[in-house]
């Protein structure tokens, strides 16, 4: 009888062992098609990728890309043209009054009003707007293409 004891013993640790097994790879497979998903389903919405050329804008072919005349939505930001995000700045969007625009002094002076548009942000700056326009262009830099330079006229 203790020969069988010691048997029923040995199974029981196979089978715990296997359980365990069982359930680590199972939570693995788990994770990894998860990952899987988030990683298929991560571009889906963004248009294709096409190579970005150059160019110069006037303040009137700048106005052309507000996301309504034009499907793409640009700023300019210390004439500095950036291709930027239409849910941000697209129609409808919180700063849609900004797209196609020269904005740099609108972001030095924090105007939502869209009175600061295409002007220039050098004259009568204070050195705090400036500093916190260069923290702008830090962040544009930072997340947008460049897509030209803006030509003041």
Known sequence: MDKAVRKLVKVGKVLAVAAAVSVISR???QRLYKLHK???HR???IRPVKPIVQR???ADELQ???GVRKSDVYVSVKGVVYEVAPQFYGPGQPYHIYAGREISRCLA?????GDEINK???P???EEELQQLEGWVKKFESRYPVVGWFIWE
């Open 38 to 40: 988030i990683h298929c």
């Open 124 to 126: 009568g700056s204070t």
């Open 120 to 122: 220039d942000w050098r």
């Open 109 to 113: 002076k924090s105007d939502l009003t």
């Open 56 to 58: 110069s804008f006037t």
């Open 43 to 45: 571009g889906q919405g």
């Open 64 to 66: 052309e890309y507000d």
């Open 27 to 29: 939570a693995i497979i």
